[in-house]
């Protein structure tokens, strides 16, 4: 994927072309028409505005970042959705993994007792708390049973915490449940949630970021 980030200020038709290889790059992922459209729109904004001032040429960088990042939210949770259930929980630990989780393990899916992952992480130098982790690629709220048997399995396994990650979303009862004083506390990871992790820890992305130049004021009139 094409991540605009950071982007800021902009001088010259030099930027124009700099925009260009933004669009070229966007469309080799497969950007739909209205996509390319949008983006292309963007770009002759820029064309015009070329000539005023250096507020409303930040705009307008401003703007085309973050469509791009609504369309890289979108195409993310597309893939997501639409993955191997297998290759979404090792993208889930590796995520784990740049969360600062350690000693992550998958679990035998025979005997995981409603438990993907495994993972641990320190709290100074003499505490070590076990998060036993579900992943759910499912279209349907999660329900509340599902964090029911996640608790039951903690407890089986003696773990500290449970985590549940779905693509979709929780029911209102769910995100009740997991509020009820309990030694075995139970954190919900969403899909839009996931989507923003996954683009924080740039899993599954990257950033490519376009050199945008702007005058030198300071320099020019120091010289």
């Not at 925009?19 to 933004?22: E, F, M, Q, R």
């Not at 993208?91 to 393990?105: D, P, R, T, V």
């Not at 309990?182 to 992790?197: F, M, P």
């Given at each position: 994927m094409y991540s605009l980030l950071g982007v800021s200020g902009f001088a010259g038709l030099d930027h124009v072309r700099e925009?260009?290889?933004?669009r070229n790059a966007l469309e080799?992922?497969?950007?739909?028409?209205?996509?390319?459209?949008?983006?292309?729109?963007?770009?002759?904004?820029?064309?015009?505005?070329?000539?005023?001032?250096?507020?409303?040429?930040?705009?307008?960088?401003?703007?085309?970042?973050?469509?791009?990042?609504r369309i890289l939210k979108n195409r993310l949770k597309e893939k997501l959705d639409n993955i191997n259930p297998h290759t979404?929980?090792?993208?889930?630990?590796?995520?784990?993994?740049?969360?600062?989780?350690?000693?992550?393990?998958?679990?035998?899916?025979?005997?995981?007792?409603?438990?993907?992952?495994?993972?641990y992480s320190d709290i100074g130098k003499?505490?070590?708390?076990?998060?036993v982790v579900q992943v759910k690629r499912i279209k349907?709220?999660?329900?509340?049973?599902?964090?029911?048997?996640?608790?039951?399995?903690?407890?089986?396994?003696?773990?500290d915490r449970g985590l549940i990650i779905t693509t979709?979303?929780?029911s209102k009862d769910c995100r009740k449940s997991t509020k009820h004083d309990?030694?075995?506390?139970?954190?919900?990871?969403?899909?839009?949630?996931?989507?923003?992790?996954l683009i924080q820890h740039e899993v599954g992305v990257k950033s490519e970021n376009i050199t945008i130049y702007s005058i030198d004021e300071d320099f020019l009139s120091s010289v």
């Open positions: 925009l260009a290889k933004a080799k992922n497969d950007l739909t028409l209205s996509e390319r459209k949008r983006l292309d729109d963007r770009i002759e904004m820029v064309r015009f505005l070329l000539l005023t001032d250096e507020d409303q040429q930040k705009s307008i960088i401003s703007s085309i970042v973050d469509s791009n990042q979404f929980e090792r993208i889930i630990a590796k995520l784990l993994s740049f969360m600062g989780y350690a000693n992550i393990e998958a679990t035998k899916k025979s005997r995981d007792g409603g438990i993907d992952i495994v993972a003499l505490h070590r708390i076990k998060t349907a709220n999660v329900g509340t049973p599902v964090v029911d048997n996640l608790r039951g399995a903690m407890n089986a396994c003696g773990a979709s979303d929780f309990s030694a075995l506390k139970v954190h919900l990871i969403n899909g839009n949630e996931l989507v923003d992790l």
